[in-house]
């Protein structure tokens, strides 16, 4: 089986105006999907965050994947890493800029493999070692939020779907104060089953993101796990003075200050566990991390560690040197909540329910639609690849979409902006 085409495939789907540290969350998410196609007509599909960038690079990279053949994916990722050798990614979430060719290859892992588990008629679970689990659970990811329901409807007094039922409905109102996050949590817990929760923080002073917390507590009960995420945005003495009054309720902390040494030193003065996506995000930051003893658990993504695999490698790291393992989120649709569930169910070391932006979506670009969580959690059958399929006419919808909002880079403090003149990220720090 030989490799014959990749294609690139831009899209843009609704986002509510998500409030978090770097901003505000655009009208439009961006996303890209790819389809690597091969001379035996089975194709395997990816999906990753967009941007000009990105857009090129995946463009590039068909010239090292045209005639290779999908299962030597060694060969495949060693000829995108000399491909790109020295490129940086320029992706404005707030991560440090890492090369390139690790998340490029990132994406074009998931698609190999979806395509290999298709080639075999088996689940891709099962390519990177078989289940440990049937089904891996998620937590609500609580945000604070504008009114919105995002895309064409903006934001503000007319920002309604009128399609919008349920959830979708209810996800439209506005979640600025301790008790309207509360309603939220509450909704969302219904609406899909899930049993922990997890706040995005480093938004308002941090006693209000605090009260927050406490009133979930109290709404939710002891039994709930709780997380916030400040996103970095909390200075050390902040972290230590707000960590000492959240410690009787957060599971763990993520990230509330910035650096491998500031979450160190923030471990020695408060007992939290401590978790990071952002202080370390790469294989080559790990020895510091050991050495400095800067999070208990990292908040992993095959989508910027390397793929699938490679986050598999991560767990046996994270085993060896007392790590715990979880699964960090961006804005994403069906490909990456199966990619990330395959993963979840095959590997040991996941120890936490793991984060997803997905009931803040309500498109969709596979064919079965919007996939369903069962009490929290998603299911994973042994349908051959990830067990989903492109719809052609809702990518061709999405595609559309991004052609026509004008976005084409993700800049959270630019939104922002638009509703505070001056707002930047580097004022934003408490």
């Avoid at 719809?391 to 902006?417: F, V």
Wanted: net charge negative; hydrophobic share 40%.
């Amino acid at each position: 089986m030989k490799i014959t085409d990749l294609i690139v495939t831009p899209i843009a789907f609704d986002d509510p105006p998500l409030l978090n540290a770097a901003g505000l969350h655009a009208p439009y998410a961006l996303r890209i999907i790819i389809e690597i196609k091969t001379d035996e007509n089975i194709s395997g599909i990816g999906e990753i965050a967009g941007g000009s960038a990105a857009l090129e690079s995946l463009n590039q990279a068909k010239a090292f994947l045209i005639g290779m053949d999908p299962f030597e994916r060694n060969r495949i990722r060693i000829a995108i890493e000399k491909g790109f050798e020295g490129v940086k990614d320029t992706m404005n979430v707030g991560y440090a800029p890492k090369n390139v060719a690790n998340r490029i290859y990132s994406a074009l892992n998931i698609a190999l493999l979806d395509l290999c588990g298709k080639a075999v008629e088996k689940p891709v679970c099962d390519l990177i070692g078989g289940r440990v689990r049937d089904r891996i659970d998620f937590s609500a990811y609580l945000f604070y939020k504008y009114e919105g329901a995002g895309g064409r409807f903006g934001m503000g007094k007319d920002a309604h779907d009128p399609e919008a039922i349920g959830w979708h409905k209810f996800k439209e109102q506005q979640f600025l104060t301790p008790e309207e996050v509360v309603e939220e949590a509450k909704a969302m817990c219904q609406e899909f089953g899930f049993k922990s929760l997890k706040l995005k923080g480093g938004v308002f002073e941090p006693q209000v993101e605090s009260d927050t917390v406490i009133a979930l507590s109290k709404a939710f009960g002891k039994d709930t796990p709780i997380r916030i995420d400040p996103n970095a945005c909390w200075t050390l003495e902040t972290s230590v003075e707000y960590g000492k009054i959240l410690e009787p309720y957060l599971e763990y902390y993520e990230d509330p200050c910035k650096g491998q040494e500031a979450m160190a030193e923030l471990g020695r003065l408060v007992s939290i566990p401590r978790a990071t996506n952002m202080c370390t995000t790469s294989f080559d930051e790990i020895p510091s991390a050991i050495k400095l003893g800067s999070e208990d658990i990292i908040l992993a993504d095959p989508h910027y560690w390397g793929g699938i695999e490679a986050t598999m490698q991560l767990g046996k790291i994270c085993a060896v040197f007392g790590r715990k393992l979880s699964m960090h989120s961006n804005s994403h649709l069906g490909i990456s909540l199966m990619a990330m569930a395959h993963l979840g169910v095959a590997c040991p070391e996941i120890s936490y329910a793991m984060d997803t932006h997905y009931p803040w979506q309500k498109d969709e670009v596979i064919k079965c639609g919007r996939l369903k969580f069962d009490d929290g959690a998603i299911v994973v059958s042994n349908e051959p690849g990830l067990g989903v399929e492109l719809d052609y006419d809702a990518l061709e919808r999405l595609h559309q979409n991004y052609l026509k909002c004008g976005y084409t880079e993700r800049n959270d403090e630019i939104e922002m902006q638009k509703v505070v003149p001056g707002w930047t990220v580097k004022d934003h720090i408490f």
